[in-house]
């Protein structure tokens, strides 16, 4: 299963008398709903893209713009071609904002005006469903052979080369790689993401600094119990004195050490 994500900016939508630019507007394949799970409140979702001029929205983008989240078979019209209008398939449940992307307009990539099939093209974002158990890494190891047969032969259009190796000689570079999905936000540093990506190395920086202040916490919890340590003997020797048990003695001195570090 794979599905193509491809951004095209601002796009105005008429609400009223007024058109509106919309930033959170994407045109996706009629395969996102299988592989991105993104709940229905209206309509049925795994279909709702497999025709041309269709449109899902997210509930608060049909709340905007028809003040109601029931309004499948309405139809919202943007300035493409002078007027092109979209029919609502479905509405879905709003985008969490800790999602890998936050659109709240998908509309059907049948739309498109593109020349599909130019491998070059890097205007897509592509994910691939796999099945469970199966390691990217061996599917990476494929890449080479489409590379040559399928790449190259259009790159040759634009270069004179004759083969990968003769273009990798020349000191260029052109590869396929995979990453799961859950990494994309920590490690990706590709400049065509959705969003501004966080930072392992920020992640792990933090972290050497709140074990250090634990550690000087630790140093500096020992050395007052050792300051007080001459003062305690003193009190846990009349306790003895008193009667007091061991198992006592214990139980309070752990529980005043835990309440102190809580």
Do not use: W
């Amino acid at each position: 299963m794979f599905v193509f994500i491809i951004l095209r900016g601002l796009n105005s939508l008429k609400k009223g008398n007024e058109y509106i630019n919309e930033n959170n507007v994407v045109h996706v394949d009629s395969t996102l709903f299988n592989v991105f799970t993104l709940p229905a409140i209206s309509g049925e979702t795994k279909t709702a893209l497999n025709e041309p001029n269709t449109v899902v929205l997210t509930r608060k983008a049909a709340i905007k713009y028809f003040g109601s989240f029931t309004v499948v078979g309405k139809t919202i019209e943007t300035r493409e071609n002078n007027g092109t209008l979209y029919k609502v398939t479905a509405v879905i449940e709003d985008v969490p904002t800790n999602s890998h992307f936050n659109f709240d307009f998908f509309f059907s990539m049948d739309n498109v005006n593109y020349p599909f099939g130019n491998y070059l093209s890097p205007n897509f974002q592509t994910y691939l469903l796999l099945k469970p158990g199966t390691d990217y890494r061996v599917i990476e190891k494929n890449f080479p052979q489409y590379l040559n047969k399928y790449v190259l032969p259009q790159a040759k259009e634009y270069m004179q080369i004759n083969s990968m190796e003769e273009f990798t000689r020349s000191g260029n570079k052109l590869s396929y790689s995979l990453m799961p999905l859950t990494k994309i936000h920590l490690f990706s540093d590709l400049a065509p993401e959705f969003g501004v990506n966080g930072n392992i190395q920020y992640v792990h920086i933090f972290s050497a600094v709140a074990l250090f202040i634990l550690l000087i916490a630790c140093i500096n919890f020992v050395n007052l119990s050792t300051a007080r340590s001459a003062n305690r003997a003193k009190e846990v020797g009349i306790r003895k004195v008193l009667g007091t048990r061991q198992n006592s003695l214990i139980k309070q001195f752990l529980t005043e050490s835990i309440l102190t570090a809580f």
